[in-house]
Nanobody
Framework: VQLQASGGGLVQAGGSLRLSCAAS????????MGWFRQAPGKERDFVAA????????SYADSVKGRFTISRDNSKNTGYLQMNSLKPEDTAVYYC??????????????????WGQGTLVTVSS
């Protein structure tokens, strides 16, 4: 499956953005999907994940209550709604996909498919 992330940009602290992850190729609806982010000089960190059906989700503690992951399998697209953004949310955001598991991995090495990343910059 090929993934393409979009929707990043510059936003003031407290603002909102919605990232999209458009999928093509193999059936997107059969993959779990995750979002990760990588700030300059730092490792790629888990943000959120959603099961293939959308029935299960998981979030990093740092974004709980502010970010919402969702997907529309009819459109082969996943989303990350980001509200109450903080300067520390500044990073390149990547979407990823993996065959379904009984758990959501927070390890980026356990995801096989990746989008190219979209930059989110939150100004103070």
């Amino acid at each position: 499956v090929q993934l393409q992330a979009s929707g990043g940009g510059l936003v003031q602290a407290g603002g909102s953005l919605r990232l999209s992850c458009a999928a093509s190729g193999r059936r997107f609806s059969t993959y779990d999907m995750g979002w990760f982010r990588q700030a300059p000089g730092k490792e790629r960190d888990f943000v959120a994940a959603i099961s293939w059906s959308g029935g299960r989700t998981s979030y990093a503690d740092s974004v709980k209550g502010r970010f919402t992951i969702s997907r529309d399998n009819s459109k082969n697209t996943g989303y990350l709604q980001m509200n109450s953004l903080k300067p520390e949310d500044t990073a390149v955001y990547y979407c990823a996909a993996e065959a379904p598991r009984t758990y959501f991995s927070t390890n980026p090495n356990e995801y096989s498919y990746w989008g190219q990343g979209t930059l989110v910059t939150v100004s103070s």
